[in-house]
């Protein structure tokens, strides 16, 4: 027999016998557990009665009447049914408020100096909104076209009105006019630098559409004006996200049908400045605007805007207050300046 042959005999393994008993040791220490905790449960059911007697009486001695939970029990371990419970006296904070009238006079101080500040915050938007007026009015006035645009604070903000007379859209028409390219161009840069939001409306009169238009209603048309002045800012560089453009026909109109200056007054195009304060700082900004005087352009307050609910007259400016009966102070509270007051439908 070879050498190699020996050594792979010599370490040849052999195939372990498998122990089939190896759950005994399981059972048994299961078996063990069991009777350590029977063991546990016997040592418990055996008390010391005199040792437990004697806990009982310490504790009943060694624990003061006031701090019994139950009075009528002569401790812990006897509590019965008392009569009376301990009144506890919670750590006072500060003064108790003994009537309602006392809560109400609180409540009220709360609320006054919200609008205290409210009002404040309504003031320096006001003011905001001058300089945002002031802006624009010196841009246009640079170039001749003042007269072009009305400005006038509601709930939403700022409102730069843009008559769409001849100047800006012709009749029945979306598409702007050269004149009023100039106007936008000229208001678009200064709306860019703003952090509000603009929100373009078109507006037309009560005349409704004829059948050759190329528009289906006056809503579509309102639309598609709105949608033509969005579609310039955004060349212009204003974000799109900034941008919102809405049609509503004659269904906001700043006069009433029965005015003279509903048919011009209310074919128009607003760029509103959104106001981004509080609903109850928004509801404070016409009432601030007509109470505090403007050293810029005049803001047109001689209308019944429906929007708003809101009816003021005349037209605020440097000069004061000016009624609108005669034909210029019409045409100028309308938004149009004199020599294009005529020959107006949408």
Do not use: C
């Amino acid at each position: 027999m070879s050498a190699a042959h020996k050594r792979r005999h010599k370490h040849e393994e052999h195939e372990e016998h498998v122990n089939h008993e190896r759950w005994l040791v399981s059972y048994a220490d299961m078996l063990t557990v069991l009777m350590a905790l029977f063991i546990v449960l016997f040592a418990l059911s055996q008390i010391d009665q005199l040792k437990f007697a004697q806990f009982k009486d310490g504790l009943s001695k060694g624990t003061p009447d006031s701090s019994q939970a139950v009075s009528g029990s002569s401790g812990v371990m006897d509590v019965t049914n008392g009569n009376s419970v301990v009144q506890v006296s919670p750590y006072s904070t500060g003064q108790e408020l003994t009537t309602s009238s006392q809560v109400q006079q609180i409540a009220q101080k709360i609320q006054t100096a919200q609008t205290a500040k409210d009002l404040t915050a309504a003031k320096a938007e006001v003011q905001d909104y001058r300089e945002v007026e002031k802006k624009i009015d010196a841009a246009l006035t640079a170039k001749g076209d003042q007269d072009q645009v009305t400005y006038r604070i509601t709930a939403d903000g700022l409102v730069v009105g843009l008559v769409a007379d001849n100047v800006f859209f012709a009749n029945a028409s979306a598409d702007v006019e050269a004149k009023g390219r100039e106007v936008l161009d000229t208001i678009a840069p200064i709306l860019a630098a703003l952090p509000n939001d603009v929100a373009v409306q078109g507006h037309t009169n009560n005349l409704p559409l004829n059948g050759s238009a190329r528009y289906r209603d006056n809503w579509d048309l309102s639309s598609a004006r709105a949608n033509t002045v969005v579609t310039g800012f955004i060349g212009h560089g204003i974000a799109p996200v900034r941008l919102s453009g809405t049609g509503y026909a004659d269904s906001r109109p700043l006069y009433p049908d029965s005015d003279p200056k509903a048919l011009t007054g209310n074919r128009r195009v607003d760029l509103v400045v959104a106001s981004p304060s509080s609903d109850a700082v928004k509801a404070l900004l016409p009432e601030v605007a007509q109470q505090t005087e403007s050293n810029g352009p005049a803001e047109l307050t001689g209308t019944t805007d429906t929007e708003t609910g809101t009816s003021t007259t005349g037209t605020t400016g440097t000069t004061g207050t000016t009624g609108a009966t005669g034909a210029v102070s019409e045409d100028v509270s309308a938004g149009i300046a004199p020599d294009i007051a005529t020959n107006v439908a949408h």
